[in-house]
C-alpha cells in the first residue's frame, strides 16, 4: 500500500464520510506544553473512523455484493461502518459478532444496517467471529470486508491523515492513534511516512491487549495468550498480517496504557471537554503524559477514534479509575463476632476522610470470626500508607485484594 493509495481512497470517500472535526484542547496543551489537537473521528457517521475502509473496500466490490453479498467479523465500530455502507449501497451483508461486544453497539449495528444486514454473534472473541466470517465467505462467495487487514481497509482508515494535514494547514510533529488491528495506524503511518516523513506515527494499545508490540517484538504477527476485552474496540489477539509491516516500516512505535487510565481519561473527557468516548476512543490521549511525552513546543495530534460507548458501563469505567487511581481498595477482614466491632473499626482504623464503598460478608466460618470484603475509598492516594498502619495496629485481620490477585476477578 503507498501513499497514492490513501490519496485514491480519500477520493472515493469525498461526499461519504464526514470530514470530522480537528480541534485545539487546551487541558492536555497544557499537560504537555505544547499544542495537542484532536481528531475527532467519534463525530463519524457511524462514530468511529471504521466507516472510512468499509465503505471503501465495500464500494470497490459492488457487482460481487450485489449477488453473493458482503461478510464481516467485527467486535463492534467495524460492523457499523459495514452495516452502514450495505445500507447507503442497497447490498446484503451479514456481520459476525464476539459475544464481549456491548449491547449498544448491536442496537446500532442492527438500527444502521435495517433489513439489509444480518447479524450474528459467536464466541468471545475477535478471532473467533472472524474464523466463522472466513467459512461463510468461502462457502457462498461473499465479498469479506476485513477490520483492518487488507490494504483497501488500510488505506480507507489512512485517509484520517490527509485530513488533519489539509486541517492544520501543515503536517504535526506527532500523530497519535489507537491500535487493535493496526490498521488506523498503518494507514496513516504510510501515507505520513511518504508526504511528510517529519511526522512521528505512535500507536496505543490497551495494555491487556497489546498484540502489535507482541508482533513487533517476535518480528511477526503472534497471538497473544490472554487478551483484557473491556477495550473492546483495540480488544484483538494477534496483529493484521498486513497492517504489520506497514507499522514495522513506517511508524515510531507503539506503547500501552493501562485500562484503568484509559477509564481515568474517558471521565475527563466527558467532564472536561463534553466528549463521550468509548474506551479505544480515549487510548490516544490517554497515552500522553503516562507512556508518552511529546516534546515541549511541538504540535500532536490525538484520534479520538470512537463514541460509541454503552452508558451502562460507566460504573465499572469509574471503578477501575478509581483502582488505577490508588482511591479504591478491597480488603478480606475478620471481625470478631462481638458487640462493637465493627464501630471500633470505623473509629480506630478508618480516617477521617475514608469511605465505606462496599461491605458485605462472605460466611461465618465458625463461632468467633467472620471474613467481610469491605471496599474502602480514600481522599487521597497517600492515606493508604496510614491505613494499612492502623489495620497492622488493630486486633482483626485483614487481608489487601492487590489488583492482579486473582480474587480481584470477583471484585471489578
Known amino acids: 500500500m503507498t501513499a497514492a493509495d490513501v490519496e485514491d481512497a480519500a477520493a472515493r470517500l469525498a461526499g461519504t464520510t464526514r470530514r470530522t472535526p480537528l480541534e485545539l484542547d487546551e487541558r492536555l496543551s497544557e499537560l504537555v506544553g505544547g499544542e495537542v489537537w484532536l481528531k475527532r473521528e467519534d ?8 466507516l472510512r475502509g468499509a465503505y471503501h473496500l465495500i464500494g470497490q466490490e459492488r457487482e460481487r455484493a450485489a449477488s453473493a ?14 452495516a452502514w455502507a450495505c445500507r447507503a449501497l442497497d447490498l446484503p451483508g451479514r456481520i459476525y459478532l464476539p459475544g464481549t461486544t456491548p449491547r449498544q453497539k448491536r442496537e446500532r449495528i442492527a438500527a444502521l444496517g435495517g433489513a439489509r444486514v444480518t447479524t450474528v454473534v459467536v464466541g468471545d472473541s475477535y478471532e473467533e467471529a472472524q474464523e466463522r466470517a472466513l467459512a461463510d465467505a468461502g462457502d457462498t462467495g461473499a465479498v469479506l470486508v476485513p477490520a ?6 488500510v488505506a ?3 485517509t484520517v491523515a490527509c485530513e488533519v494535514v489539509e486541517q492544520l494547514g501543515r503536517a504535526p510533529d506527532l500523530l497519535v492513534v489507537p491500535v487493535g488491528g493496526g490498521g488506523l495506524l498503518a494507514g496513516t503511518a504510510a501515507w505520513l511516512a511518504q508526504r511528510h516523513p517529519g511526522t512521528r506515527s505512535v500507536g496505543v494499545e490497551p495494555a491487556g491487549a497489546a498484540c502489535m508490540a507482541a508482533a513487533l517484538e517476535h518480528g511477526s504477527p503472534v497471538p497473544l495468550a490472554s487478551v483484557d476485552s473491556f477495550v473492546d474496540g483495540a480488544a484483538v489477539r494477534t496483529a493484521g498480517s498486513v497492517t504489520f509491516p506497514l507499522v514495522r516500516d513506517h511508524a515510531a512505535g507503539v506503547v500501552a496504557v493501562a485500562e484503568g487510565r484509559v477509564c481515568s481519561e ?10 463521550i468516548a468509548e474506551p479505544a476512543g480515549a487510548l490516544a490521549t490517554a497515552a500522553l503524559g503516562d507512556a508518552l511525552h511529546p516534546e515541549p513546543g511541538t504540535t500532536t495530534v490525538c484520534v479520538v477514534s470512537g463514541g460509541n460507548n454503552d452508558v451502562s458501563r460507566y460504573g465499572e469505567v469509574l471503578e477501575r479509575s478509581l483502582v488505577h487511581e490508588g482511591l479504591k ?8 463476632q462481638e458487640p462493637g466491632a465493627l464501630r471500633r473499626f470505623l473509629d480506630d482504623v478508618l480516617g477521617p476522610e475514608d469511605d465505606i464503598t462496599l461491605f458485605e460478608y462472605v460466611k461465618r466460618n465458625n463461632r468467633d470470626t467472620g471474613p467481610a470484603l469491605v471496599g474502602v475509598e480514600l481522599g487521597r492516594p497517600d492515606d493508604l500508607a496510614p491505613l494499612l498502619d492502623r489495620m497492622a495496629d488493630s486486633p482483626i485481620t485483614a487481608r489487601r485484594i492487590e489488583p492482579d ?8
Not at 474517558?266 to 466528549?275: D, K, N, P, T, W
Not at 490477585?405 to 471489578?412: A, E, I, M, T
Open 156 to 158: 480507507g482508515q489512512g
Open 329 to 336: 481498595h478491597y480488603f478480606l477482614v475478620e471481625f470478631p
Open 405 to 412: 490477585d486473582p480474587l480481584f476477578r470477583f471484585v471489578l
Open 69 to 82: 453479498g458482503v461478510v464481516a467479523a467485527s467486535a463492534g465500530n467495524h460492523a457499523q461502518g459495514v
Open 266 to 275: 474517558m471521565l475527563r473527557l466527558y467532564q472536561v471537554e463534553g466528549i
Open 43 to 50: 463525530l463519524q457517521v457511524v462514530r468511529s473512523y471504521k
Open 148 to 153: 483492518f487487514d487488507d490494504p483497501r481497509t
